[in-house]
């Protein structure tokens, strides 16, 4: 498979459970991303790695945990979440983190948080 | 902090005839400006940029225009077709190499 590919593309979860969001790209990319979008606003940026380095939290509640075991594969661990995070949570990658071009995306996990 | 601005948030025009969204930046720095359409239940995808050092770029139907004087640059798709209707994101790029958006606008070609 080609591209960006994120699983699962669907999640209910209760405040008290703990689930993950994964992500994984075959683009021979360095950098990745995980973006939260909520209708109507603008992508919030949440974490960057760049060369599995993480390289940017952009004030991110805790109980939001990335991790890139490699390149390839990027994680969202998600535990004790409010209702205010059900959003579409998008990951995308690009050649570098210091790069200008294109970000390629992933079809995005729909979170509902009950 | 910067921000990008996007208006309209809606846009409907008639098949056929022509579509401009805008944005503008506040960072004077920012020196990369993409242009993504995110279909419904699909993934964001770029379909344009432009670069600093360019005032237009074209693409078929589809334009860019950056004036860097005003921190504002455009979108601008001719002879719309069903197939255009999508939310638009606009994003500038900052000195920090990070991309900040645009709310988005979503765009309703009418039959």
């Known amino acids: 498979e080609t591209g960006v590919t994120q699983t699962p593309r669907h999640l209910v979860m209760g405040m008290t459970n703990k689930k993950s969001l994964k992500c994984e790209q075959h683009l021979g990319h360095n950098a990745m991303y995980w973006y939260k979008q909520s209708a109507k606003k603008p992508l919030e940026l949440m974490f960057v790695?760049?060369?599995?380095?993480?390289?940017e939290n952009n004030s991110v509640p805790s109980r939001f945990s990335p991790e890139c075991p490699n390149s390839s594969h990027l994680f969202l661990h998600l535990h004790t979440l409010q209702p205010e995070d059900s959003a579409l949570y998008l990951c995308a990658s690009s050649q570098g983190a210091e790069y200008t071009g294109e970000l390629f995306f992933g079809e995005g996990s729909r979170l509902t948080v009950l | 902090g910067e921000n990008v601005e996007q208006h309209p948030s809606t846009l409907s025009v008639q098949e056929g005839d022509s579509a401009v969204i805008k944005c503008t930046y506040s960072d004077s720095a920012s020196n990369y400006f993409p242009w993504y359409k995110q279909e419904l239940g699909k993934r964001p995808q770029l379909i344009i940029d432009?670069?600093?050092n360019v005032g237009e770029k074209k693409d078929q139907r589809i334009a860019v225009t950056l004036n860097k004087t005003a921190k504002h640059f455009s979108l601008h798709i001719t002879e719309t077709q069903p197939e255009d209707s999508a939310v638009y994101f606009c994003?500038?790029?900052?000195?920090?190499?990070?991309?900040?958006w645009g709310a988005g606008t979503k765009l309703i070609i009418k039959p």
């Open positions: 994003a500038s790029m900052d000195s920090n190499y990070q991309l900040i």
């Open positions: 432009i670069r600093s």
């Open positions: 790695y760049n060369f599995k380095e993480q390289t």
